[in-house]
């Protein structure tokens, strides 16, 4: 639909297709949403909402009622919680949507489950501990559901598993002239580690192929490595060498491969993005101390605005090539 869409206002740019009659192309087409389709749209948004607001409705039931329950009484109600949804995917069927969603809201209360039982023995365990355990006692509930959202979960756990470590122990990989640096080469090792992944796996799992997930784990990539070739070209901080080649690699597999493999005008953009970010900072840095100030400030906006008007030529353009 999407696509179709896009290559009839590319047809309609180019005048193939009258002005006036681009409503009535979009229509036949089948471009636009019909009447039938918005009840399953209303219908799933409606299921998400209420499986997040029960999973939420839960979480106050427990705080609410904390000090009027026992041990034991709490224990049963999140097992049971935790049984019932394994027990809906298997009554429902492994390829209903809604025995997927049960199993995501299954795989949260296990982390509350876990966080209770932290809590109330006093194991001892560290917050990261939590999250580890969390994200791979639910692992195999990820690769029996085969749902996209759930592996997502999963990376975020194990992401905020390893920002705790840092936060408990100062350093993790060891790398950086000052400790705060690990935490953006543990962000940028890891996510780009499942962002290269996801990719991968989406060409052979169809149910993987889901754009908001690998553009979110980009941007948890780009934006560290992006503020690391900033600080090591200004304060020459870091590993120089290093840093450099990942940037200058990353910049350019991406562009090559979103631009003509798998043609997403959202990564490019965000590429374009980290360009711009790094070029002004390096200009900011190096022009603006040894200039006038209204005429730094003055030319680094043109400048700017030129920077970024020319890469919103070439994204339209580089639209107008995916839609035809």
């Keep these: 639909m999407d696509f179709q869409r896009k290559l009839i206002l590319h047809w309609a740019c180019q005048g193939a297709i009258k002005q006036s009659d681009t409503q009535e192309a979009l229509n036949i087409s089948g471009a636009l949403p019909q009447a039938h389709q918005w009840p399953l749209f209303l219908a799933t948004l409606l299921l998400w909402l209420g499986a997040l607001a029960v999973t939420i409705s839960i979480l106050f ?23 019932g949804c394994a027990a809906l995917y298997w009554f429902i069927g492994s390829e209903h949507f809604l025995s997927k969603l049960a199993l995501t809201i299954g795989s949260i209360l296990v982390g509350v489950l876990l966080a209770f039982y932290g809590q109330t023995y006093q194991t001892g365990a560290d917050p990261w501990q939590l999250f580890a355990y969390w994200g791979l006692l639910i692992i195999p509930w990820a690769l029996l ?43 940028l090792l890891f996510n780009g580690t499942c962002w290269l992944a996801w990719e991968a796996a989406s060409t052979k799992f169809t149910w993987l192929n889901e754009r908001w997930a690998p553009r979110l784990l980009a941007i948890a990539t780009a934006a560290p490595l992006t503020a690391m070739f900033i600080m090591v070209i200004i304060e020459s901080i870091g590993f120089p060498v290093l840093t450099v080649i990942l940037y200058l690699a990353m910049i350019t597999l991406g562009f090559t491969v979103y631009q003509k493999r798998i043609p997403d005008l959202f990564m490019l953009a965000g590429f374009c993005l980290s360009v711009i970010s790094t070029i002004a900072s390096v200009v900011i840095a190096e022009v603006l101390e040894h200039v006038d100030e209204i005429i730094g400030f003055l030319g680094m906006t043109i400048f700017l605005i030129s920077m970024a008007a020319f890469a919103a030529n070439w994204l339209k353009k580089m639209h107008q090539e995916q839609s035809s």
Excluded: C, H
């Design 61 to 83: 039931f427990f705080a609410f009622n904390w000090n009027d329950m026992s041990r034991f009484t709490k224990f049963g109600l999140l097992e049971a919680g935790v049984f």
């Design 145 to 187: 559901a085969r749902f996209a959202t759930l592996w997502f979960l999963i990376i975020v756990l194990i992401n905020t598993a390893l920002q705790l470590y840092f936060e408990a122990y100062g350093q993790l990989l060891g790398l950086g002239d000052r400790p705060d640096e690990d935490v953006f080469w543990i962000a």
